[in-house]
């Protein structure tokens, strides 16, 4: 085909188009994710029984925030990368905001009390299971974040998988603190971080394939 | 260049609200942007610059609603120009990994190759979406025009167009793997 040709038949084609309609090509498959994401806590794990409680206390809300905090930076970081020659350095230093956040909460936590009793803060009762929870519970989204931003056009694929990764695995944190009945920012700040940075790192992996358009 | 910055801007806005003439005019200056960038780049001759100026303008046809209208569009459309260059470059890294020797056993088979050829060009066909399948028979194996083919499925000619451009190329990709893998 003629390049004058196809010109011919593209312009042909012109309609009126923007950005608040292109970004739902990523938004609906992400909420399909997150609702995937939140059934699939609730049938295999469960909400936690103490949940109207729990969010009478400062513990829980501080995971609410922490994760969720990370999954609205994250999309801001996403919207940035799914569209060519926008920079997204500005809102990749808005991290500094949650990560601060738990840091400084968790230096507090493990001053505040006397030396044998840091390990159990540290550790909580599920170390070992929750970062890898948070994994299965984020490849709904992950997928979902995938195939949405691929629909879009990232053009520096790495970054993109890393931040669709940070996306999915905050966002997937999140959903896994309607489960998880450990209270202390130490844990959060070390196993969730754990969590959603492998899911991170396997956005990275994945985003140079599967991120192609 | 400010001048042409602005100028494209304009036309880009205008364009985006659905106006035909100016998106044209877009595209064509687009065009002669991409043929000097793609040509200042790539080594391998006119046939490959011209493929890619088809590419970058077929791509900032189907993703230009991801342009953000409040910031200059030369960026946006070096970005995407760039990306296909790389995009470009890795498939060409991939074609050249076939080593040179094996170019003779290719080229040596007997006469039952145009069978082989046609049975394997019906099992990559098969790979393709359906509607893609489609397109590529009735264009590229039966001879009919994309217009007669838009007209029996009821889609726009543009749509047809695009469909075979991306289904040919898909298809040589995976003619390359095949070849690929083949190799190994």
């Not at chain 1, 974040?145 to 997937?172: F, H």
């Not at chain 2, 000097?36 to 610059?49: E, F, K, Q, T, W």
């Not at chain 2, 006469?111 to 050829?117: K, L, N, R």
């Not at chain 2, 009919?144 to 167009?161: H, L, W």
Request: proline content about 4%; hydrophobic content about 50%; some cysteine.
């Amino acid at each position: 085909m003629q390049t004058d040709d196809l010109i011919a038949n593209l312009s042909s084609d012109a309609r009126p188009a923007g950005w608040k309609s292109a970004r739902m090509r990523l938004l609906w498959p992400l909420a399909i994710g997150a609702i995937a994401s939140f059934a699939a806590m609730d049938l295999w794990l469960g909400i936690r029984p103490d949940l109207s409680h729990a969010m009478t206390t400062s513990a829980y809300w501080m995971k609410f925030a922490y994760t969720l905090g990370l999954a609205v930076v994250a999309l801001l970081i996403v919207m940035r990368l799914a569209r060519p020659g926008a920079d997204a350095a500005r809102r990749m230093k808005l991290l500094i905001i949650p990560v601060g956040t738990i840091a400084a909460l968790t230096a507090f936590a493990l001053a505040r009390v006397p030396d044998g009793s840091r390990e159990h803060l540290l550790f909580g009762a599920s170390s070992a299971v929750c970062p890898w929870r948070i994994v299965a519970l984020s490849l709904p989204l992950l997928a979902a974040a995938m195939a949405g931003m691929r629909r879009l056009a990232p053009t520096q694929l790495g970054l993109a998988g890393v931040a669709a990764g940070l996306l999915a695995g905050a966002a997937g944190a999140w959903i896994y603190a309607f489960h998880c009945d450990e209270s202390a920012a130490p844990f959060v700040a070390v196993w969730y971080t754990f969590g959603i940075g492998a899911v991170a790192v396997l956005g990275g992996l994945l985003g140079k394939w599967l991120l192609r358009w | 260049m400010l001048a042409a910055e602005a100028a494209l801007k304009a036309l880009m806005l205008t364009a985006l609200a659905g106006d035909k003439a100016a998106y044209r005019a877009l595209l064509e200056a687009t065009g002669s942007l991409l043929r000097r960038y793609y040509g200042r780049r790539l080594a391998g001759g006119v046939a490959d610059v011209e493929d890619l100026v088809q590419e970058a303008l077929i791509a900032i046809h189907s993703k230009r609603d991801t342009f953000d209208t409040s910031q200059p569009l030369t960026p946006w459309l070096y970005a995407i120009a760039r990306y296909k260059l790389l995009d470009h470059l890795r498939r060409r890294r991939i074609r050249v990994t076939i080593p040179l020797e094996d170019a003779g056993e290719l080229l040596a088979d007997d006469e039952s190759a145009a069978a082989d050829a046609r049975l394997d060009l019906e099992k990559l066909l098969a790979n393709l979406p359906a509607g893609t399948q489609e397109i590529i028979r009735a264009v590229k194996i039966e001879g009919q025009t994309t217009s007669e083919v838009a007209d029996r499925k009821g889609k726009s000619e543009i749509a047809v167009r695009v469909g075979l451009h991306r289904g040919l190329k898909a298809l040589g990709e995976k003619l390359r793997e095949g070849t690929d893998r083949a190799d190994r």
